[in-house]
């Protein structure tokens, strides 16, 4: 018998063990900013896992792994009250985020190719959000990665409260 398991199957599984651990155990999870996809080398430019699902307190480090990229919240797909960020070139970056939320974050350079990827932080209140963030209108190959991006968030099912 072979036992296979798609891409899917694995971000479910993840998510289903993220909302099985206590709510005083934060986390620290990696975001890999790079030049070429890992498994795809026809994605350029792009953040590894392009959404990451995380609890309310968990930590998200950007790690640079390829030298000429940053993380930066895109104006209007942030949780109200919180603070926006950009981090510097090349060099890694953690955030720990409180407030339940979608958001939205790009590479400065690499905006213009569509470098982007999106933050769920579940918790209460995680849809307040939602529409707002999936209502921002970007320009060029970033309106085409959103519209991916929001696509794969409805296909599995992550804009369930």
Known sequence: MKFEINRRQLMLAGAALMLARPAFAQST??????????EDKKRRMVFDPLIQVVQAGDTVRFVSEDKGHNSESIEGMLPEGVDTWKSKISKDFEITLDVPGFYGYKCTPHASMGMAGLIIVQGDGMMANYDAAKGVKHKGRMQKAW???????????????
Do not use: F, S, Y
């Open 147 to 161: 519209d991916a991006i929001w696509e794969q968030v409805e296909a599995e099912g992550l804009a369930q409260a």
């Open 29 to 38: 999870v990696d975001i890999q900013m790079l030049n070429k996809h890992p």
